[in-house]
Structures are given as structure tokens and as C-alpha cells.
């Protein structure tokens, strides 16, 4: 049985999620993977916590949810940020999960440089980091003979990152469409039934699906966000915030999504990249174009029939054809899973058990 240690760096919802989710499994870790997993260090704003011996994970989670602040728990050493934690203490598995927005890269970018540079492997839910430099964090990975895995900033825990790069090794990725963003679908969705944007949106923010300020969601810029992650898994590019067109929903009205309805067409907010068309030379040396805005899609199209919060992924590679996921792309629970799909994947993969 080989140790697997974990630093988690961000604990909040996900954070406490996937520490939850590796105690609840862990006589499955070690029947199935063989690894026996201890959370050796937790970091918050407030700082770095590490224990050798790994924590007691139920009473660190009871500590932090009954409201006690994490530099106070008893026993292990302390440092004032996670980058000072890290840069002096040692795991396998640093697991970030610290709150960033789809434009933000830091803090989570300094964090995951700084492990997979001292050799960690890094499992991540921090979109705006990936989406500012997934090519280089996964050359800077590939260098150092560990894995960076991202499964939950693209559909969450809806498993599209390891299709493309698992399930369809090999295939080459033609095209990508994909539906990205639940709380636009959502809104989307009441408009079609006859909703105004404003009570579309106000519904959204009732259920807990938008936040007070939806500007990320409504403008598009999550999406762009997952658009540039996609980019580095399915075609090995680093695209800039610039090099993605980007229309949000705010323009759209009822009528025009009831002019849609009339024509068989349904109106959503897709994301869409390929390589452009008009230059000649390799698939692989093509410029992207990469696009994400309102589309009016024929009800023969499987996208077009995704609604309400659900997220979908239509992969068009050679010689596969077209390979639709669908399935939640937002929530704690589902954020947490991938990230402990991502770790499950580390653990099974020999460099990851220490081999
Ligand atoms: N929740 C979801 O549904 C979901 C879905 C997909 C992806 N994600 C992504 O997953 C990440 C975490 O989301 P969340 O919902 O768990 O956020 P959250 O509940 O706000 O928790 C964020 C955690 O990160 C910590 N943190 C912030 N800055 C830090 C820093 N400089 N050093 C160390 N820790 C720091 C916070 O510390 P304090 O406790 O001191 O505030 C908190 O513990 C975000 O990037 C989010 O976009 C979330």
C-alpha cells in the first residue's frame, strides 16, 4: 500500500467537499488503488497548515464548519500563506481550490506553478488559472513527470477533459460546440417560455444558480474562460482573452427566441472552435477560431434540446465523428467529484503511487 499525501489549498465548499469525499472513500482507495490517502496540509486566506501524519480530516471539518478559524487548529506547523506552506513542506498531490474568478488567474496560478516546478502533481478547480495558461502549466507538468488535471473548470464534474484526452487518445479533434454555462441556459430556457430577461435573470439568482452580479455568466466570459481550457486540452493552443469573439445574452429578447421558435430553431449561448477555415498547412499548425455567443440551433441539433442548468460538449474528431456529453457543468458536489475523479486518476497512474 503506498501513501498518497494531499495538500488542499482553498477550503471551501470544494475544498471540504474533496477532503469529505476522501475520507468517506478511503478503504475503496485502498482496495482499488492501492493507496492509502492522508490530507497532510489545508490552506486558507488565513494560511498553511501541515501535518506530517495527515489530519484527522472529520475533526478538521467539524473545526472549520463550526465557524473556528483554520491558523487555530491544534497541533502540526503554520505558515502565513499557502505559497510559503508549499515552498516548505512536502505532498504528492497539492489540490487546488482556492476562489478565483473565470478572469482571475491568482492566487491559484503562483500555487499550482509553484507545486508542479517542485515536482507535485496538481489536481485543480480554479478555471481562471487554467484558462490564463493551461499550455504551459501542462508542458511545465509533462517536464517534471507529474500530472496537472483540471476535470472540473470545463462541465465540472461531468468528465469532457478526460474524454478528450483519455476516451479519444488519438483521435485528432476537428471541431468543438459546446453549451458551457447553466445559469445562461437557464436564463435562456424561462425566456423561451416567455420569460423577460430581467425575471429570467432574478429566477437564476433565486435558485442560487447566479450570482448578485451575473455579468460573467450573462456576458459570456465563464464561457470564454472554459473555451481557452478547451483549447489547450483538445488542440494543444494557448488562446488569448482576444482571440475569442464574444457575444453574452443580454441582448437577446423573448421575441427573438419566439422568432427562433418559428423558423424550428432554439437560441443559445455556444461555444464553438476549430480550426479556421481559408488556411492552407496541418490541422495542428491552424489558427483557432474560437467564438462564444448567442446561436439559433435546428432542433435536429442534439445542443439545441440541452435546457435549464444542464451543460453539453459535442466533439467532432476524426475518425470518431461526433461524441455529445451531456450533464451538470455547475455545483459544489459536482466540482468536488471531478477534482476526486482527477485525484483517482493520479492515484492509479504509477508515478502517482510512487513507482
Ligand atoms: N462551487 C462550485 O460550484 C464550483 C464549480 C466549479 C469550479 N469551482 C471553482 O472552484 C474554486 C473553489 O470554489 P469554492 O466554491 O470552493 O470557493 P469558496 O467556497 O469561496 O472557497 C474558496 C477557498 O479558497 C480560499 N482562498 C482564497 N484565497 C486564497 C489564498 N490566497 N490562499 C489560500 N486559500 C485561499 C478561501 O479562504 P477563506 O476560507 O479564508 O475565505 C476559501 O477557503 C473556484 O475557483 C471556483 O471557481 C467552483
Known amino acids: 500500500m ?3 499525501r494531499v495538500s488542499i489549498v482553498g477550503f471551501g465548499t470544494v475544498g471540504r467537499w474533496l477532503a469529505e469525499a476522501i475520507h468517506r472513500h478511503r478503504s475503496w482507495l485502498e482496495d482499488e488503488c492501492g493507496v492509502v490517502v492522508t490530507v497532510v496540509g489545508v490552506a486558507t486566506r488565513a494560511g498553511f497548515i501541515y501535518r506530517d501524519t495527515g489530519f484527522d480530516t472529520t475533526a478538521l471539518l467539524e473545526f472549520v464548519s463550526a465557524g473556528c478559524p483554520l491558523r487555530d487548529y491544534p497541533g502540526g506547523r503554520r505558515w502565513d500563506s499557502a505559497l510559503e506552506g508549499l515552498a ?34 496538481v489536481i485543480t478547480s480554479s478555471k481562471g488559472a487554467c484558462a490564463a495558461a493551461a499550455v504551459e502549466l501542462l508542458a511545465l507538468a509533462r517536464r517534471r513527470g507529474v500530472q496537472c488535471r483540471m476535470e472540473s473548470t470545463v462541465m465540472s464534474g461531468t468528465p469532457v477533459l478526460s474524454t478528450i484526452r483519455e476516451g479519444l487518445a488519438g483521435a485528432r479533434v476537428v471541431a468543438i460546440r459546446g453549451i458551457l454555462n447553466g445559469t445562461a441556459n437557464h436564463i435562456l430556457t424561462l425566456m423561451a417560455e416567455g420569460f423577460e430577461y430581467a425575471d429570467a435573470v432574478a429566477d437564476a439568482q433565486a435558485r442560487g444558480y447566479a450570482e448578485a452580479d451575473p455579468t460573467d455568466d450573462v456576458e459570456g466570459h465563464d464561457v470564454v474562460a472554459k473555451t481557452r481550457i478547451l483549447a489547450a486540452t483538445a488542440f494543444s493552443r494557448s488562446i488569448g482573452l ?7 445574452i443580454t441582448e437577446i429578447t423573448p421575441e427573438t427566441l419566439q422568432r427562433a421558435a418559428h423558423t424550428g430553431c432554439r437560441i443559445k449561448l455556444v461555444a464553438t472552435m476549430r480550426p479556421q477555415p481559408g488556411h492552407s498547412g496541418q490541422p495542428a499548425a491552424l489558427p483557432l477560431e474560437a467564438r462564444v455567443g448567442p446561436v439559433a440551433l435546428p432542433l435536429t441539433d442534439p445542443l439545441s434540446r440541452v435546457d435549464g442548468v444542464m451543460n453539453a460538449l459535442a466533439i ?14 455547475a455545483g459544489a458536489e459536482q466540482a468536488g467529484q471531478g477534482m476526486f475523479a482527477d485525484l483517482i486518476a493520479v492515484a492509479r497512474s504509477p508515478r502517482g503511487r510512487g513507482a
Do not use: F, K, W, Y
Open 88 to 121: 516548505q513542506t512536502e505532498c504528492d498531490v497539492m489540490a487546488e481550490a482556492s476562489g478565483t474568478n473565470p478572469r482571475e488567474p491568482e492566487p491559484a496560478l503562483s500555487h499550482i506553478r509553484q507545486a508542479l516546478g517542485r515536482g507535485t502533481h
Open 2 to 4: 503506498q501513501p498518497l
Open 242 to 248: 482576444d482571440q475569442v469573439i464574444r457575444h453574452g
Open 316 to 329: 467532432e474528431t476524426d475518425p470518431v465523428r461526433e461524441v455529445t456529453i451531456i450533464g451538470p457543468g
